[in-house]
């Protein structure tokens, strides 16, 4: 879920899931936080890992993970070697790695 799913430049989102240990040991899980600019100026890679967070679960046990998606988190140099937030969709993708990607959402950024 997103707190808004489209934000200024210069604003912020909250990005929530819900991780659960299905399994019946208790385990170490490191969620990870992983950001595609769709379409940009300049070129930019896949995807960019952003954040991650490891958290310890007992079985059967879920926990509540929040990521925020500030502009520190979309900014990018652009041609003129500017720090900038470009406007458009960004994938937020969230994952056990880079190949174990389990949730993704687009979030709309405007001027």
Not at 15 to 43: C, M, P, W
């Amino acid at each position: 879920k997103f707190d808004q799913e489209s934000i200024s430049g210069g604003d912020s989102t909250l990005v929530s899931f819900t991780l659960k240990n299905t399994g019946a040991r208790e385990g170490d899980e490191v969620v990870q936080l992983y950001i595609r600019d769709l379409l940009s100026s300049v070129a930019r890679p896949v995807m960019e890992l952003k954040g991650f967070k490891r958290v310890h679960l007992l079985p059967g046990e879920s926990i509540q993970i929040s990521f925020s998606i500030t502009p520190e988190l979309l900014r990018m140099l652009n041609k003129n070697q500017e720090a900038i937030v470009e406007p458009g969709d960004f994938r937020i993708m969230i994952g056990a790695s880079s190949r174990d990607i389990r949730l993704k959402k687009t979030l709309t950024v405007y001027p």
